[in-house]
Structure formats: structure tokens, C-alpha cells
């Protein structure tokens, strides 16, 4: 990220503050913060004092903001006794991973989530923000901890079991939203995932339907995925894996042919984009025009957790770069891959020029 998008990023967070404190969080000069200011002001990225920022449609991200702790398992696991393991702990929450993807990749985004009054809820809240994240709109609840995903994962870095306390979502309510929607509707795109209560996934779905904004919604698990039952109707693009694109098509996926019947079940059923996610096999993608599979890009991977997070928001940038439906999804597998190179949620060299060098270099045949 540059350091005028930095500034600018720090700026939404407080349009009030002083020019010393952005040099202080940057580490600059308070002179360098003023050139860049100043710069800021001629190209008209930000105006006035106060730094009033112009009026941007962005992509706004509501749902899971937590904490990921991750045990690497040394060897293979062995149930009912004591594991070897390595243990990592990185910020996590699909739309939280979403939105600092985007962020990193210079895009208008915003979260929207409930986080606890602890060092947790503050770690998360201030690893988000420095990415270009607008945190503005994330509540924090002095009576409920920070959640937090606990992941079990094999030597070769897949996915056991993992164990959830998503208590504080259920604060998450219709009425919050509401108190929201100011924000939400000058949405260009809005962002779901199911740790939302699902009265409020109904509400949120029907109500953009009813405004023209495009949703996006991750499923997250077979569980919460059962909280769309309801209604799929108007959702712009939905990316579940193979075992959530079961549940909500009722119907087993065991081919190709399988993943094409379950995206056309759930398109029936009023979806206009469904990428069934398949791992190691790459995605399903059918649009309203295109049905295919697209394979993953080669990679050594070190741990999946995030993977899906990453598709999503290369998805979404291929999207706003104005790319077709299949060249969008190749931008998901690009950044699928380089997250799944590392052992953070989110791939932590991330640029713009990254991702679109890797689309570029590596050649994606369709099957």
C-alpha cells in the first residue's frame, strides 16, 4: 500500500487528526506527512481541513471479526491423546480476512462487526485498520470476549477439526443493521458471512434486493450455511464448498457434472453467480452465461486456513477491475494460492501488481 493510501486509510479512521500523529503512526517525518497532505489535497483524494474525503461507493464487509489460533500438528494426529503442535495466533473472520485483502489491495472497503473490550477485540480492530480497512463501524461489547476459531490442522496443513466461539455475533441484530444502513447503502457491494443471526442475513439480503445493492455471501460452514435456507433470492454471487453447495442444493456432488446440477439448483432459486469452491481441484463457476471448471493454480501448500477468504476477495477485485465472470474467479485462485503459501490468514506481501502478475504469468486451462 502506498503511503498516500495510508494516509488516506488513517484519515477515514479520524478525519480530525493531526499531522504529527499520522507521522507518528507512519513513522515520518511530520514534514513528509505534510508533502503528502498537501499532494492529496491538489489531486483531490481528500478536501478541505478536517481532511473531508469525497463521497466513495465502496464494498462494505459484515460479519466475523475474531481471532484464528492455529495448531500445527508436527506429526500425524492421533485422536484421544496428547498431539505435537506448533501454535499460531493471527486476526481472522471471513469478512474480516475479505475486507483486509481488499484493503491491501487498494480498494474502498468498510467492516462491520462486534468485537469484545479486550486486547483481542483491540489487536484485531488495530491489525485490520492499518491495512485500509474502515473499522469505523465495528461495535465493541465490554461484556462479551472477542470471538475466537480455534483449527486443528495435519502436518501437511489440512484442516481437522476446528472449534468456534462465535457467541458474540448473536449482538449482531436486525436493529443494529439498521443503525447501520446509512453506511450500508452507499454500498457499490455488500459482503456476508453466515456467523451473522439468520433473521439478520434475511433482512440484510432482502433489503439490498430492494435497493439494487449486489450481496456476496460466503457460507462459512455446513451449519451456519443452513441459516440461507430461507430465502437465496437476489444474491449476486454465492461461494460455497463442496459440502455447503450439498446442503443448500440437497443433492450429493461426487463429478463435474454433479457441481454443474447443484449451481444450476441454487441459481434456480434465484443466486446469479454460484463458485463452488473444491480445494485442491480448483472451483466450479457458473455465471448466468458461462458454466465451468477452472483448476487451482500449482502451489506447495502450507496451511489452507484462509484460502477460501483470499478467492473471495480476488473474486471481488477482478470484479471491480471491470475483468468478465471466469476472469474474476482467476484472480480468486491467484490469491487462493499465494494464501495458501503461508501461515497467515491472509497472504501478507499482498500488492495489486502481485496478484496481477501471478493472472498473467499463469496459464489457467479450463476443463
Known sequence: MTKESQIISIIQR???????EIADELSLSRSAVAGY???LLK??????????????????????????????????IQYETSNP??????CGGVVRNISENLGRLGCNVSLISYVGHDKEGDWVLKNTGKHGVDISQVQRDSGQSTGTYTALLGKNGDLAVALADMNIYEQMTVPFIMEKWSHIALSSMVVL????PEKTLFYITERC????????????????????????DGIHSILP???????????????????KKASKSIQERGVKNVIITLGSEGVYAASENESLHLPAFPVNTVDVTGAGDAFAAGYLFG???????????????ALASLTLQTGMSVYPHLTEETITQLVEETECISI
Open 209 to 232: 434486493k430492494l435497493e439494487g445493492i449486489p450481496v456476496m455471501v460466503d457460507p462459512v460452514s455446513n451449519l451456519k450455511a443452513k441459516k440461507l435456507m430461507k430465502s437465496l
Open 85 to 90: 503442535v506448533s501454535i499460531t495466533e493471527t
Open 319 to 333: 470484479l471491480f477491475q471491470n475483468e468478465g465472470f471466469v476472469k474474476a474467479c482467476r484472480y480468486g485462485l
Open 43 to 76: 489531486s483531490g483524494r481528500i478536501k478541505g481541513r478536517a481532511y473531508i474525503l469525497p463521497e466513495l461507493r465502496g464494498i462494505t464487509c459484515i460479519g466475523g471479526a475474531h481471532l484464528d489460533r492455529k495448531a500445527l500438528c508436527k506429526e500425524s
Open 241 to 259: 464448498n463442496k459440502e455447503e453447495a450439498e446442503m443448500i442444493a440437497g443433492m450429493k456432488i461426487e463429478s463435474m457434472d454433479d457441481c
Open 193 to 196: 458471512d453466515t456467523n451473522l
Open 37 to 39: 497532505i498537501s499532494s
Open 14 to 20: 479520524n478525519p480530525f487528526i493531526s499531522q504529527q
